[in-house]
């Protein structure tokens, strides 16, 4: 059965210091990877995606992840952290060839940044 | 602009009495979805229509239905919501391919 991990609940980070939230799937072949945000009482914000290609892809708000297949993981990361960007973190994936929208999504990860 | 718009942003029901959430949309997308967000959980699909076709999740409890009566607008209806259906409730439109799913800022509903 597919699954999506987010092993770290909560993390709290310094303003300025580097970020990284872990994400670990269960598929049985590469699905697509997607990493969204929540800002408390909003809706998701899609942050970066991966079909194909470069293993590593850049995102909206300097973060960036990294495919590795070897390991089906797709951490989400950021050389520096602003208070702006504290919120909630999802994962997802959703196969290849799959309906449009079944997206499986990861439990979270609450982001709290210390100023 | 916001392209998604959901209303209420806040809703409360009572135990058992029926409730409808709203969706509407300006970006002219094919897809919408209904997704319910328990508190400190991961989005969950309920449906999703592809035009006019329904899409129903197999663990989608028969007390949420959903209408499109056109491409803009989108309704979840609970027809006797008990106090497990309190959640974050999610639209979200797609043009159709796997590219990118906009999300509405959500209707929180509490059910007294």
């Known amino acids: 059965a597919q699954s999506v991990t987010q092993p770290d609940i909560h993390i709290t980070v310094s303003e300025g210091a580097s970020l990284e939230l872990r994400c670990n799937y269960s598929?049985?072949?590469?699905?697509?990877l997607f990493w969204y945000v929540q800002s408390p009482g909003q809706g998701l914000q899609l942050l970066l995606k991966y079909f194909s290609g470069d293993t590593l892809v850049q995102g909206i708000k300097g973060f960036e992840a990294e495919f590795k297949r070897s390991q089906s993981s797709f951490n989400l990361r950021k050389p520096s952290v602003h208070w702006s960007d504290a919120a909630e973190y999802f994962c997802?994936?959703?196969?290849?060839?799959?309906?449009?929208?079944?997206?499986?999504f990861g439990r979270g990860t609450q982001l709290t940044v210390w100023p | 602009d916001a392209m998604v718009i959901q209303n209420p942003r806040y809703q409360v029901t009572q135990f058992g009495k029926p409730v409808t959430l709203s969706c509407s949309q300006t970006l002219n997308h094919n897809v919408m979805y209904w997704y319910q967000q328990k508190s400190s959980q991961a989005p969950k699909l309920l449906f999703h229509y592809y035009d006019k076709d329904f899409n129903n999740e197999a663990d989608t409890p028969d007390n949420f239905q959903s209408r499109r009566p056109n491409t803009s607008f989108c309704f979840l209806d609970i027809r006797s919501p008990g106090l497990g259906d309190a959640a974050m409730y999610l639209c979200?439109?797609?043009?159709?391919?796997?590219?990118?799913?906009?999300f509405g800022s959500g209707t929180q509903l509490s059910v007294l």
């Open positions: 979200a439109t797609s043009s159709g391919t796997n590219e990118k799913l906009f």
């Open positions: 598929y049985g072949a590469t699905p697509y």
């Open positions: 997802a994936v959703i196969g290849r060839g799959s309906t449009l929208g079944r997206l499986y």
